[in-house]
């Protein structure tokens, strides 16, 4: 048989319901939900926290998810494209990422690469 009666499980199971769901308010500061925005990139609702907007741009409306622009970033640097780093909405704003935001966005290797590559093109003569 069964640890309980039909009566005391769903007891039991309701009891286990209002600990859990109590613990989650706890956590979560209460009822209020998180303020998410729309990432014009992946198209999922991502924490407001997470927009990135490239400090040139200043234009909420123009910041997608952190997780969008670090691929953004990166694919733009492993391809050597340091001077294409722009405002996803590129034509629209053209705003430029500053070397500080890129540093945020990507890991230490593709930074390092982010750097000689800028090298690469103010000095022709470089090609390591």
Do not use: W
């Not at 286990?16 to 613990?23: P, Q, V």
């Amino acid at each position: 048989g069964s640890l309980f009666s039909g009566g005391q499980a769903a007891e039991g199971a309701l009891g286990l319901l209002r600990r859990t769901t109590s613990s989650l308010l706890q956590v979560s500061g209460g009822l209020v939900p998180a303020r998410t925005f729309l990432c014009p990139i992946c198209c999922e609702n991502a924490r407001e926290e997470d927009r990135v907007v490239l400090q040139d741009c200043g234009q909420v409306d123009h910041g997608c998810c952190k997780d969008c622009m670090g691929h953004y970033v990166r694919g733009l640097v492993l391809d050597g494209r340091v001077k294409a780093i722009i405002c996803p909405q590129g034509r629209e704003c053209g705003a430029a990422a500053a070397p500080e935001e890129v540093q945020q966005l990507v890991d230490e290797e593709t930074f390092d690469k982010f750097h000689r590559f800028q090298r690469m093109q103010q000095d022709r003569t470089l090609r390591q």
